[in-house]
């Protein structure tokens, strides 16, 4: 069964950080592209961050670039997205997405999200 679970979103003060993790099962992690995306009320989904399997190659919305990095951990199937300097207009859901190609057959996996609110 896959999996994808977000946590560590929360409520956090302007100019804060927040470390989100998404826990991956029931698929091979080490092969898959691992995207952060948000969606706040009203907007479409974006793209926040992403990583290659290997963890060397990374790619950044302009609005988080500066701000954030995303990593992850192949050996326990974890990826990261580390947020600092956090605005108002960062506040969204926040979801794990997971890419790749097994048997031929490509496939995305989304996790739940994690709710990430900036306010004083």
């Known amino acids: 069964q896959v999996q994808l679970v977000e946590s560590g979103g929360g409520l956090v003060q302007p100019g804060g950080s927040l470390r989100l993790s998404c826990a991956a099962s029931?698929?091979?992690?080490?092969?898959?592209?691992m995207t952060w995306y948000r969606q706040a009320p009203g907007k479409e989904r974006e793209l926040v961050a992403a990583i290659g399997s290997d963890g060397t190659s990374t790619n950044y919305a302009d609005s988080m670039k500066g701000r954030s990095t995303i990593f992850r951990d192949n050996a326990s199937n974890m990826v990261y997205l580390q947020m600092n300097t956090l605005k108002p207009e960062d506040t969204a859901v926040y979801y794990c997405?997971?890419?790749?190609?097994?048997?031929?057959?490509?496939?995305?996996?989304w996790g739940q999200g994690t709710q990430v609110t900036v306010s004083s």
């Open positions: 029931g698929f091979t992690f080490s092969t898959s592209v």
């Open positions: 997405n997971a890419m790749g190609r097994y048997q031929q057959r490509l496939y995305d996996y």
